[in-house]
């Protein structure tokens, strides 16, 4: 590598005061977008301080989405934000959790890693963290490494992180700065935006060591002039570094947001780094997208048939969150204005009356999920949207729920089942993988199912061929099951076709019928939803939103 090409090291770590969930992983994705724009390269790590040693052991209600990277591992919804608002893939390195790191340094101990000292949680966990920063920086080549800290400072879990922080910063104190994404209530009674709650938060950063760099104030309005400079003088961050980030319509218009604050030239300046000359906007391309975000005036509706929401709608839209972003991209693209409604499998089981409302939809989707509550309620709606030739998207249990329908009512397979569900069942034309089998038997559940990018080869002339315009793909999977061989032909006999299979031919990748039957019947074994980039929409859901519009009444 060239001498002026070398990483310049710099490390952004982002935390949260107040209280969470108030943006704080799509500001850290923001930040590495405004710092990318001014042609930099980025990437950006998540800690979440739980014990899980990854997302995948929680349920999608407690959790929200578990985002799958490409090389196998079950992340949190930030990583899939990054991934998006970056552009890159992120590997497992940079996600980590309590667990994750415990786990590494017993795994070390045993080993004589530590070559007969004594280990302890000072100064060995945050060594591990710092090392895994630092491997992330290195694999990215990274001139800036945006570390998105889970949780609120001065929760107890959050410690051990912090202390890391310190550390880095101690042995490097140019190359590293933190921000504090903090939130400024504005009480109903009192009317006045207040800013003592992140004065606190400051306070407490400051007794783990920690002296932030930036504040980006979170509210529902702007900060305004008076308040930018209480929050500096009582937080000892220079004015222009407290950066007002109100509420937006779009999460997209985050970073360009920021960069009215004039943030990424603060950072830059913060980090001793001298801005690259640039004859074109970085941001060009995405401030297009922007303005495609909101001037689509002609709508493409959508239905989702899902179960993670219990606990509300506010709920659903975390668990399907790359789901519901892929539909957007599409839908921006195609010059439409996406219309996502959120409606329950269960109430299809009960109410038969209700299928009729799906003619109000151009289309319809169902993503991934487990278990068997809903499911009849889904296989109605599958046959229902089969029947009306309403487009359908089926997404690994959507698609594999597809080939039940079909086998139930077109093979007239009674019970035709998956595994997963009736073990019993005479026809298991989803059955368990053979790789899955000892896990299940053994209990082995965390991180075990067949998971990351693998390839498939698509048949020419099928609506999957068509929409990819190549044979050969790579998508990011999550499951144990499969469609059963032993049914394929027959399936196929009656009509499915099994357009996408692995290279080795024994599994089958995407189903569908073709566009004489219906104008778009389709699920794919895998997640499509996690390549899908704002800039870059996914060309099965785009296929998909094309056929929804064309059903336009
Ligand atoms: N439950 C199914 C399986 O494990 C589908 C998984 C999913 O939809 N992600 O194969």
Sequence with gaps: MKKDNKPLNKYIFVVGGVMSSVGKGIAAASVGKIL??????????KIDPYINVDAGTMNPTEHGEVFVTKDGDETDQDIGNYERFLDIDITKINYMTTGRVYLSVIEKERSMYYKGKCVEVV?????EIIDRINTAAKNAQAD?????????VGEYQSMLFLEAVRMLKTKNPKDVITMMVSYLPIPSKVGEMKTKPTQYAVRTLNSAGIFPNFLLCRAERSLDEVRKEKLALSC???????????DVDSIYDIPLNFEKEGLSSAILKELGVKEKKQNKDGLLEWKNFVKK??????????AIIGKYFETGDFVLADSYLSVIEALKYSAYATGRHPVLTWMNALDF???????EDLKKYDGVLIPGGFGSRGIE???????????NKIPYFGICYGMQLMVIEYARNILKLEGANTREIDPKSKHLVVDVMESQKENIEKGK????????????????????????????????????????????ERLENAGLIFSGKSPSGDLCEIAELPKKEHPFFLGAQFHPEFLARPLRPHPLFTSFIQASIKNQK
Excluded: C, W
């Excluded at 990318?36 to 790590?45: E, F, I, N």
């Excluded at 309620?377 to 029947?387: A, D, H, P, Q, T």
């Design 36 to 45: 990318q724009a001014k042609g930099y390269r980025v990437t950006a790590l």
């Design 123 to 127: 100064p060995h966990v945050p060594f």
């Design 144 to 152: 800036f490494t945006i570390v998105e800290i889970g949780g609120t």
């Design 236 to 246: 000892n961050i220079s004015v222009e570094n407290i950066i007002s980030a109100p």
């Design 293 to 302: 975000t909101k001037s689509n005036t002609k709508q493409v509706k959508i």
């Design 349 to 355: 089981e009960s109410n038969p009356k209700k299928l």
């Design 377 to 387: 309620g889904k296989l109605n709606v599958i046959e229902y949207v089969r029947k």
């Design 445 to 488: 559940y965390g991180g075990s199912m067949r998971l990351g990018a693998y390839d498939a080869k698509l048949k020419k002339g099928s609506i999957a061929y068509t929409a990819y315009g190549q044979e050969n793909i790579s998508e990011r999977h999550r499951h144990r099951y499969e469609v059963n061989n032993e049914y394929v």
